[in-house]
């Protein structure tokens, strides 16, 4: 009987290290495929950024809240768990047709797809690291 109770509670810490592994995964591959769309033309990256409106017009929610500027997916990232809602918008007026204009006077554009489009690096990449 003893070892079926060391059994079940090796199994549940494994769990328990599985999920925190996950979530640790899960919440740094947002951070930085999130980072990754926020990152202005001129510093490598897509986001068109003339005065800086756009890029702060970034909006995360989570658990029924929303938070407001160009870091506030950070706070979001930090009250995250398995399973949690999670989006993030930009809502500048423009923002949409400025996302599908690639090359219009900033350049840039298509910085959502493109971030997006390494999700799977990402999650491998910091997978290994977590390992």
Do not use: C
Request: hydrophobic share 35%.
């Amino acid at each position: 009987m003893a070892d079926n109770t060391r059994f079940i509670a090796d199994v549940s810490a494994w769990a328990d290290r599985t999920a925190e592994q996950m979530l640790r995964v899960a919440k740094q591959s947002l951070q930085d495929t999130i980072r990754d769309a926020q990152t202005p033309v001129a510093q490598g990256g897509d986001l068109p950024v003339d005065t800086g409106y756009l890029r702060n017009s970034l909006i995360t929610e989570t658990k029924g809240g929303t938070l407001e500027g160009a870091d506030s997916y950070v706070l979001g990232l930090s009250s995250l768990e398995l399973g949690d809602p999670f989006q993030v918008a930009w809502v500048a007026d423009y923002a949409i047709p400025r996302h599908y204009t690639v090359g219009a006077g900033q350049g840039g554009g298509m910085w959502r797809d493109r971030a997006a489009q390494r999700w799977q690096q990402t999650v491998q990449r910091n997978a290994s690291k977590v390992k």
